[in-house]
């Protein structure tokens, strides 16, 4: 983990149990499926802004090394 100057934690390291039943598993599925809905219904729109510009920024810098043919 990484921890800030403060003592914050600025990330948390990920890791699924590899002992869950199949219904814990699809239980903690469906709670990440249900959390994302909601989210997408409190902030759809800027997420597909936040898509579109971060598309957008990677698509414009690989765009300057190409460059049209001279023909």
């Known amino acids: ?11 948390i390291a990920l890791q699924i ?4 039943t ?12 249900d959390l994302r809905d ?5 902030y759809g729109p800027q997420i597909q802004d936040e898509y579109r510009d971060q598309f957008q920024s990677t698509t ?4 300057k090394g190409q460059r049209d043919p001279p023909f």
Do not use: N, R
């Not at 983990?1 to 990330?11: D, E, N, P, R, V």
């Not at 909601?38 to 409190?42: P, S, T």
């Open 60 to 63: 414009d810098s690989a765009d």
């Open 22 to 33: 199949p219904e814990q598993a699809f239980a903690v599925f469906q709670l990440i499926d």
């Open 38 to 42: 909601a989210i997408w219904q409190c």
């Open 17 to 20: 149990p590899t002992y869950w």
């Open 1 to 11: 983990m990484t921890k800030s100057t403060t003592g914050l934690m600025l990330t």
